[in-house]
């Protein structure tokens, strides 16, 4: 097996990893040291000359060159990273999955004590106090060293912190692959492959939990649940089981009733959690009947689709539809935990996985240059399922990119507060969840109805001079090229309009319109309804009834 040392500078990756390779004979791969060696200079005067930015890409290209992790049981090479390697996803997926990542970690206080006496220089650190540049590094970086198969103290004598980390290496290794583990205001956020069961049940260890009640639905539990349930009991958890109707027939009044009494009938306790596993709908009807049984029980999201992982899962909004609107019944209720299995995407449908780019590209949008250029080269093949889009971390990379962008936006703005930041989420989202009403929630799947918001937004962005013309040209490319809101819809305009009256993003009376600009977003209330009719003329077919 390959080991791979990860940390922040001064931690020791290149002395323990050397002694490492030496005690075991086999190859020691230092990439800063191989970064220097293919570049001709040392990595100072990359950063000086060239920028961080082309640093990283020298750095990406010394980790391809690793290729393919070896499966063996045996430590077959020892790898030193640079302390910023594993901030890039593709390099994450690259190094931790099939290989042991250990991470060395160590005080900050401690670290720069240590980076003060080296005579190498740290671009990163240079010029700037030592203890307060490691500190910001750590919490930049915490949730990718985090996500190591194993964490040691690096801090100590060198005979001891290689002791230990030959002892870990030694252990049986598990099959999942952790790709990024964060402690937010949001509840706990891990994203992996195959990593379901083993989170939940870490989950629950915290929580100190009872047992558990999977509350999920028929295709998910045939999918995910039943195994989950089976895994969970090998490891000697009692496990209950709630089953909701599939789709948005699960987001009714109705349907929390009879659930909340199947709670009850199975004396579901407070400390005993709901772990939802299934799709957006599902997310949202067990987040809404987590927060109001025995007025707030804790919650554990699985999601299992790709707009779920993405999106829904995230930010601790639930709800249930009314038939006047979506989501106008519901509550904030942060979960304990939010798991990202990226395991779980390969048996989806492609309609599901195409229709979750819709909200991918409202990200993007956002102002996330890296995923709107992922979008471009592997959004089709995400979408249909390609097993290479798979296999280079495309899926995986949009994956966090376009989750961890909500995380952020949200952890500043937890309640949507008038003000604040989360309103920005709402982009492609008026119109789109007026569609969906008018679709009767069944015809059009969210993140189609996102994406035909989103080409009405640049109608009225463009008419407001909001959105440049050039901007609103490349986010219909996109979109043409993923094959979402390409069709005229059927739907009539009054309807249409009378569900955008309803819109929870009013505000003193007026609906508040996300527009793209150059290089992000920006909220305005003064749009003319005249505009909004011809916007929303726009996706209707000719012929459909006014």
């Not at 003060?116 to 540049?133: C, E, F, M, T």
């Not at 000697?236 to 909340?260: F, Y």
């Not at 150059?518 to 006014?546: C, F, K, N, Q, W």
């Amino acid at each position: 097996m390959d080991v791979v040392l990860v940390g922040l500078p001064g931690s020791g990756k290149s002395a323990i990893g050397r002694r490492l390779a030496q005690r075991h004979h086999v190859p020691f791969i230092d990439l800063d040291e191989r970064i220097e060696a293919r570049a001709g200079r040392r990595i100072p005067e990359i950063f000086e000359e060239e920028g961080e930015a082309a640093f990283r890409a020298h750095e990406r290209g010394a980790i391809r060159e690793l290729g393919e992790a070896d499966a063996s049981e045996a430590i077959s090479r020892v790898v030193a990273t640079g302390g910023g390697a594993v901030v890039d996803p593709r390099n994450r997926w690259a190094l931790y999955r099939g290989r042991m990542a250990v991470w060395l970690d160590g005080r900050p206080e401690v670290l720069a004590q240590r980076l003060r006496r080296s005579p190498n220089v740290r671009p990163l650190i240079v010029g700037r106090d030592p203890v307060v540049a490691v500190r910001d590094l750590a919490a930049r970086r915490e949730r990718f060293y985090a996500a190591a198969a194993v964490r040691i103290n690096g801090v100590g004598e060198v005979h001891g912190v290689l002791g230990a980390v030959e002892q870990a290496v030694a252990e049986p290794r598990s099959a999942a692959t952790k790709l990024l583990d964060a402690k937010t205001n949001l509840g706990r956020y891990v994203l992996g492959e195959h990593v379901a069961t083993d989170e939940i049940a870490a989950s629950l260890a915290r929580l100190d939990a009872r047992r558990a009640a999977i509350v999920s639905e028929p295709g998910a539990w045939a999918a995910a649940g039943a195994s989950i349930a089976d895994g969970l009991a090998v490891r000697g958890w009692s496990v209950e089981r709630v089953l909701l109707p599939q789709g948005e027939d699960a987001k009714r009044l109705s349907v929390i009733e009879e659930a909340a009494r199947e709670l009850a009938r199975l004396r579901v306790e407070r400390r005993d959690p709901i772990i939802a596993i299934g799709g957006g709908a599902l997310g949202d009807t067990a987040g809404f009947l987590a927060a109001t049984f025995l007025r707030g029980i804790p919650l554990i999201h699985v999601p299992t689709t790709l707009v779920a992982q993405i999106d829904s899962s995230i930010g601790g909004k639930t709800g249930v539809d009314l038939p006047e609107g979506k989501n106008l019944v519901g509550a904030f209720h942060q979960p304990e935990a939010v798991i990202i299995d990226v395991a779980f995407l390969g048996t989806l449908a492609e309609r599901d996985r195409r229709a979750a780019l819709g909200e991918g590209v409202k990200m993007a949008v956002l102002g996330d240059e890296r995923l709107f250029a992922l979008l471009e080269a592997d959004g089709d093949a995400i979408a249909r399922g390609d097993p290479a889009a798979f296999e280079r971390g495309a899926v995986a990379e949009f994956v966090e990119r376009a989750g961890w962008a909500k995380v952020e936006i949200v952890s500043a703005d937890e309640r949507e507060q008038a003000d604040g930041g989360r309103i920005l989420l709402n982009l492609g989202h008026s119109l789109g969840h007026a569609v969906e009403a008018a679709a009767g929630y069944r015809d059009l799947l969210h993140g189609e109805a996102v994406a035909y918001g989103l080409r009405a937004a640049c109608v009225i962005g463009e008419a407001v001079g909001a959105t440049p013309a050039e901007r609103s040209r490349r986010i219909g490319t996109l979109l043409d090229a993923l094959g979402l809101a390409t069709e005229p819809l059927p739907y009539p305009l009054n309807a249409v309009l009378d569900h955008l009256g309803a819109d929870k993003k009013h505000a003193a009376g007026k609906l508040r319109w996300v527009l793209p600009t150059a290089t992000g977003v920006e909220v305005r209330d003064t749009v003319p309804e005249d505009l909004v009719a011809r916007a929303a003329t726009g996706l209707l077919a000719a012929g459909s009834p006014a």
